[in-house]
Protein backbone atom coordinates (compact mmCIF):
# COMPACT_ATOMS: atom_id res chain seq x y z
CA UNK A 1 0.00 0.00 0.00
CA UNK A 2 1.41 3.54 -1.19
CA UNK A 3 -0.24 6.80 -1.16
CA UNK A 4 0.47 9.03 -4.86
CA UNK A 5 2.54 12.14 -4.17
CA UNK A 6 -0.88 14.23 -3.70
CA UNK A 7 -1.83 11.68 -1.26
CA UNK A 8 -5.08 11.16 -3.30
CA UNK A 9 -5.00 8.13 -4.26
CA UNK A 10 -3.40 4.64 -3.05
CA UNK A 11 -2.08 1.41 -4.55
CA UNK A 12 -2.23 -1.81 -3.51
CA UNK A 13 -1.90 -5.33 -3.97
CA UNK A 14 -4.50 -7.71 -4.09
CA UNK A 15 -4.88 -11.49 -4.96
CA UNK A 16 -7.03 -12.87 -7.38
CA UNK A 17 -9.71 -15.67 -6.52
CA UNK A 18 -8.98 -18.35 -7.92
CA UNK A 19 -5.50 -18.17 -10.02
CA UNK A 20 -3.65 -17.04 -6.30
CA UNK A 21 -1.69 -14.03 -8.63
CA UNK A 22 -1.45 -10.43 -7.39
CA UNK A 23 -2.29 -7.19 -9.14
CA UNK A 24 -1.65 -3.37 -8.74
CA UNK A 25 -5.49 -1.30 -8.11
CA UNK A 26 -5.52 1.88 -7.09
CA UNK A 27 -8.10 3.54 -5.22
CA UNK A 28 -9.75 7.19 -5.42
CA UNK A 29 -9.77 8.54 -1.28
CA UNK A 30 -12.12 11.55 -2.72
CA UNK A 31 -14.04 9.67 -4.43
CA UNK A 32 -14.06 5.62 -3.30
CA UNK A 33 -13.42 4.29 -6.28
CA UNK A 34 -10.66 1.19 -8.08
CA UNK A 35 -9.01 1.20 -11.13
CA UNK A 36 -7.04 -1.77 -11.97
CA UNK A 37 -3.61 -1.06 -12.87
CA UNK A 38 -2.05 -4.22 -13.93
CA UNK A 39 -3.15 -7.46 -15.54
CA UNK A 40 -0.48 -9.60 -16.78
CA UNK A 41 -1.15 -13.19 -16.02
CA UNK A 42 2.00 -13.39 -13.60
CA UNK A 43 2.07 -11.42 -10.69
CA UNK A 44 2.64 -7.94 -9.96
CA UNK A 45 3.56 -6.69 -6.37
CA UNK A 46 4.98 -3.82 -4.75
CA UNK A 47 3.65 -1.12 -6.40
CA UNK A 48 5.60 2.65 -5.76
CA UNK A 49 3.84 6.08 -7.44
CA UNK A 50 6.53 8.14 -9.23
CA UNK A 51 5.80 12.05 -9.70
CA UNK A 52 5.37 12.00 -13.33
CA UNK A 53 2.32 9.84 -13.19
CA UNK A 54 4.38 6.92 -13.55
CA UNK A 55 4.34 3.19 -11.28
CA UNK A 56 7.09 0.83 -10.06
CA UNK A 57 6.80 -2.42 -9.07
CA UNK A 58 7.94 -5.73 -8.59
CA UNK A 59 7.23 -8.95 -10.65
CA UNK A 60 8.73 -12.73 -11.47
CA UNK A 61 8.75 -12.04 -14.97
CA UNK A 62 11.41 -14.52 -16.80
CA UNK A 63 12.75 -14.91 -13.36
CA UNK A 64 13.14 -13.72 -9.55
CA UNK A 65 10.67 -10.59 -8.91
CA UNK A 66 12.62 -8.00 -10.65
CA UNK A 67 11.69 -3.97 -11.12
CA UNK A 68 9.20 -2.29 -13.64
CA UNK A 69 8.29 0.49 -14.92
CA UNK A 70 4.78 1.51 -15.84
CA UNK A 71 3.68 4.90 -17.72
CA UNK A 72 0.18 5.32 -16.47
CA UNK A 73 -0.46 7.67 -19.23
CA UNK A 74 0.40 5.32 -22.52
CA UNK A 75 0.26 2.36 -20.76
CA UNK A 76 3.77 1.57 -21.76
CA UNK A 77 5.28 -0.95 -19.30
CA UNK A 78 9.41 -1.14 -19.33
CA UNK A 79 11.96 -3.30 -17.83
CA UNK A 80 14.15 -1.14 -15.27
CA UNK A 81 16.71 -4.03 -14.35
CA UNK A 82 17.28 -7.64 -15.81
CA UNK A 83 15.92 -10.60 -13.47
CA UNK A 84 18.60 -11.03 -10.86
CA UNK A 85 18.82 -10.89 -7.04
CA UNK A 86 14.78 -10.09 -5.54
CA UNK A 87 14.29 -6.57 -6.16
CA UNK A 88 11.71 -3.87 -4.66
CA UNK A 89 10.85 -0.39 -4.41
CA UNK A 90 11.24 1.58 -1.79
CA UNK A 91 10.87 5.26 -2.09
CA UNK A 92 11.35 7.47 -4.93
CA UNK A 93 13.30 11.08 -4.41
CA UNK A 94 10.84 14.15 -4.41
CA UNK A 95 12.11 15.42 -7.93
CA UNK A 96 11.57 12.29 -9.61
CA UNK A 97 15.38 11.76 -10.54
CA UNK A 98 16.09 8.28 -8.10
CA UNK A 99 14.15 5.54 -7.12
CA UNK A 100 15.44 3.30 -3.71
CA UNK A 101 15.29 0.02 -4.18
CA UNK A 102 16.07 -2.90 -2.25
CA UNK A 103 18.03 -6.62 -3.28
CA UNK A 104 19.57 -9.22 -1.94
CA UNK A 105 23.44 -9.03 -1.37
CA UNK A 106 26.01 -11.55 -2.11
CA UNK A 107 25.60 -12.34 1.69
CA UNK A 108 22.09 -12.82 1.78
CA UNK A 109 21.59 -9.89 3.12
CA UNK A 110 19.62 -6.68 1.76
CA UNK A 111 20.93 -3.76 0.42
CA UNK A 112 19.84 -0.33 -0.77
CA UNK A 113 20.41 0.78 -3.93
CA UNK A 114 19.71 3.87 -6.13
CA UNK A 115 18.97 3.63 -10.03
CA UNK A 116 18.02 6.94 -12.29
CA UNK A 117 14.84 7.45 -13.55
CA UNK A 118 12.50 7.87 -15.63
CA UNK A 119 14.13 4.94 -17.91
CA UNK A 120 16.56 3.35 -15.22
CA UNK A 121 20.49 3.39 -15.88
CA UNK A 122 23.44 1.72 -13.78
CA UNK A 123 22.56 1.32 -10.14
CA UNK A 124 24.79 2.83 -7.41
CA UNK A 125 24.56 1.49 -2.98
CA UNK A 126 23.63 3.14 -1.19
CA UNK A 127 23.46 1.49 1.84
CA UNK A 128 25.24 -2.16 1.57
CA UNK A 129 26.52 -3.72 4.90
CA UNK A 130 26.48 -7.44 6.44
CA UNK A 131 23.03 -6.29 7.90
CA UNK A 132 19.41 -5.82 6.45
CA UNK A 133 18.91 -2.49 5.58
CA UNK A 134 14.83 -1.29 3.79
CA UNK A 135 11.83 0.86 4.87
CA UNK A 136 13.92 3.74 3.40
CA UNK A 137 11.77 6.90 2.78
CA UNK A 138 13.02 10.24 1.75
CA UNK A 139 12.54 13.08 3.58
CA UNK A 140 9.82 15.90 2.06
CA UNK A 141 13.10 18.17 1.47
CA UNK A 142 15.03 15.05 -0.04
CA UNK A 143 18.11 15.85 1.73
CA UNK A 144 17.32 12.72 4.05
CA UNK A 145 16.36 9.43 4.30
CA UNK A 146 14.95 7.47 7.41
CA UNK A 147 15.25 3.46 7.44
CA UNK A 148 15.76 0.79 9.14
CA UNK A 149 18.65 -1.25 9.66
CA UNK A 150 18.85 -4.99 11.67
CA UNK A 151 22.49 -4.02 12.53
CA UNK A 152 22.30 -4.02 16.44
CA UNK A 153 20.44 -7.81 16.73
CA UNK A 154 16.88 -6.69 16.19
CA UNK A 155 15.12 -3.31 13.38
CA UNK A 156 15.70 -0.58 14.79
CA UNK A 157 15.11 3.15 12.95
CA UNK A 158 17.59 5.22 11.32
CA UNK A 159 18.45 8.82 9.75
CA UNK A 160 21.24 9.43 7.78
CA UNK A 161 21.73 12.22 4.81
CA UNK A 162 21.31 11.39 1.11
CA UNK A 163 22.78 11.44 -0.33
CA UNK A 164 26.35 10.26 1.10
CA UNK A 165 24.57 8.11 3.78
CA UNK A 166 27.84 7.26 5.53
CA UNK A 167 26.69 8.79 8.88
CA UNK A 168 23.54 7.36 10.57
CA UNK A 169 21.49 8.36 13.83
CA UNK A 170 19.52 5.52 15.57
CA UNK A 171 16.14 7.30 16.02
CA UNK A 172 14.31 4.63 17.77
CA UNK A 173 14.61 2.01 20.97
CA UNK A 174 13.93 -1.60 21.98
CA UNK A 175 12.77 -2.18 18.51
CA UNK A 176 11.21 -0.09 15.44
CA UNK A 177 9.79 -0.72 11.78
CA UNK A 178 8.12 1.02 9.50
CA UNK A 179 9.58 4.87 9.40
CA UNK A 180 7.37 7.68 8.23
CA UNK A 181 7.86 11.43 7.69
CA UNK A 182 5.10 13.61 8.60
CA UNK A 183 4.23 16.14 5.24
CA UNK A 184 6.58 19.08 7.09
CA UNK A 185 9.63 16.99 7.39
CA UNK A 186 9.60 17.59 11.53
CA UNK A 187 8.99 14.43 12.45
CA UNK A 188 9.40 10.70 12.15
CA UNK A 189 6.73 8.15 13.00
CA UNK A 190 7.38 4.65 13.43
CA UNK A 191 5.87 1.60 15.08
CA UNK A 192 7.94 0.08 17.85
CA UNK A 193 8.00 -3.57 18.83
CA UNK A 194 5.49 -3.34 21.66
CA UNK A 195 2.90 -1.87 18.92
CA UNK A 196 2.62 1.30 19.88
CA UNK A 197 2.84 4.03 16.96
CA UNK A 198 5.82 6.87 18.01
CA UNK A 199 6.29 10.27 17.08
CA UNK A 200 10.10 11.65 17.18
CA UNK A 201 10.80 15.25 16.70
CA UNK A 202 13.56 15.67 14.09
CA UNK A 203 15.39 18.94 12.78
CA UNK A 204 17.81 18.67 9.86
CA UNK A 205 18.88 22.54 9.29
CA UNK A 206 21.58 23.86 9.88
CA UNK A 207 22.33 20.20 11.52
CA UNK A 208 20.62 17.32 12.46
CA UNK A 209 18.99 17.41 15.73
CA UNK A 210 16.77 14.26 17.37
CA UNK A 211 14.29 14.77 20.19
CA UNK A 212 12.63 12.73 22.31
CA UNK A 213 10.61 10.15 21.11
CA UNK A 214 6.41 10.12 22.12
CA UNK A 215 3.98 7.66 22.08
CA UNK A 216 0.99 8.74 19.97
CA UNK A 217 -0.90 5.91 21.10
CA UNK A 218 -0.85 1.66 21.14
CA UNK A 219 -2.42 -0.44 18.69
CA UNK A 220 -5.09 -2.82 19.90
CA UNK A 221 -4.32 -5.47 16.86
CA UNK A 222 -0.66 -5.15 14.65
CA UNK A 223 -0.36 -2.99 11.94
CA UNK A 224 1.37 -4.33 8.54
CA UNK A 225 1.94 -0.83 7.00
CA UNK A 226 0.90 2.76 7.64
CA UNK A 227 0.77 6.23 5.70
CA UNK A 228 0.41 9.98 6.79
CA UNK A 229 -2.42 11.79 5.25
CA UNK A 230 -1.76 14.80 3.72
CA UNK A 231 -3.26 16.80 6.37
CA UNK A 232 -0.99 15.34 8.63
CA UNK A 233 -4.03 14.35 11.02
CA UNK A 234 -5.32 10.90 9.96
CA UNK A 235 -3.22 7.52 8.93
CA UNK A 236 -4.08 5.13 6.31
CA UNK A 237 -2.86 1.66 7.71
CA UNK A 238 -3.25 -2.21 6.54
CA UNK A 239 -4.97 -4.02 9.29
CA UNK A 240 -4.99 -7.77 9.31
CA UNK A 241 -8.35 -9.36 9.50
CA UNK A 242 -9.66 -10.37 12.62
CA UNK A 243 -10.11 -14.45 11.76
CA UNK A 244 -13.07 -16.42 13.92
CA UNK A 245 -10.80 -18.17 16.36
CA UNK A 246 -9.65 -13.90 17.44
CA UNK A 247 -12.77 -12.62 17.85
CA UNK A 248 -13.42 -11.07 21.40
CA UNK A 249 -15.57 -12.84 23.73
CA UNK A 250 -18.35 -10.60 25.52
CA UNK A 251 -18.74 -11.56 29.40
CA UNK A 252 -22.47 -10.04 30.77
CA UNK A 253 -22.39 -9.53 34.62
CA UNK A 254 -24.76 -10.51 37.12
CA UNK A 255 -27.52 -11.50 34.41
CA UNK A 256 -29.23 -13.44 36.47
CA UNK A 257 -30.71 -9.96 37.81
CA UNK A 258 -32.32 -9.27 34.05
CA UNK A 259 -34.06 -13.16 34.72
CA UNK A 260 -38.16 -11.99 35.72
CA UNK A 261 -40.13 -14.60 37.37
CA UNK A 262 -39.91 -17.30 39.85
Not at 13 to 37: F, I, K, N, P, V
Not at 97 to 117: A, C, H, I, K, M
Not at 182 to 190: A, F, H, I, T
Request: zero cysteines; charged letters at 25%.
Amino acid sequence: MRLSPDRRKVVFDRQQEGSGTYDLWALDLDRGMETRLTSDPGSEFMGLWLPDSGLVFSAPRGGVPHLFRKDLTTGEQTELLPAGPVQSAEDASPDGRLLVFSQRGERGDQDVWTLPLPEGGQPSPLLSSPSDEGDVRFSPDGRWIAFTSNESGQHEVYVAPFPDAAVVTRISSGGGSWPRWSRGGREVLYLSADRQLVAVPVRTTPSLEVGAGVTLFTLETPWDRFEPSADGRRLLATVPDVGAAERPYTALVNWTAEISGP
